[in-house]
């Protein structure tokens, strides 16, 4: 059974940095094909993709985290990363990895959640100063 979790959240002032970390078991980067996908919440509101990889290293992102945010995966370590940069009050939410096997046949469609089976739990961001 494929298992997700994630690490690095916590609280940061407005402008600051955090790097996101999501380790994935049961499954191995090293083969075949998948899209991984970062996805956040705020409390009271809609959750939404922020960025997405696949087994090509192809990526996309969210208009809000264009030149802020970048992710990354080291398949040695069959981890996911997310660096946050330029942090403002409005990123502030639950960040969780999904991934899905094999890779989305629409890259268009990896900021869908319904794409994805397996999900980690979350790890909170706060921004606040």
């Known amino acids: 059974q494929v298992q997700l979790m994630e690490s690095g959240g916590g609280s940061v002032q407005p402008g600051g940095s955090l790097r996101l970390s999501c380790v994935i078991s049961g499954g191995h980067l090293g083969y075949g094909s998948y899209t991984m996908t970062w996805f956040r919440q705020a409390p009271g509101k809609e959750r939404e993709g922020v960025a997405t990889?696949?087994?090509?290293?192809?990526?996309a992102y969210a208009d809000f985290v264009k030149g802020r945010f970048t992710i990354a995966q080291d398949k040695m370590e069959n981890t996911l990363y997310l660096n946050m940069e330029q942090l403002n009050s409005e990123d502030s939410g639950m960040y969780t990895c999904?991934?899905?096997?094999?890779?989305?046949?629409?890259?268009?469609?990896?900021?869908?959640?319904?794409?994805?089976?397996?999900w980690g739990k979350g790890t909170p961001v706060t921004v606040s100063s």
């Open positions: 999904a991934v899905r096997f094999p890779r989305l046949p629409d890259s268009s469609w990896a900021f869908a959640a319904n794409e994805y089976v397996f």
């Open positions: 990889i696949d087994n090509d290293d192809a990526k």
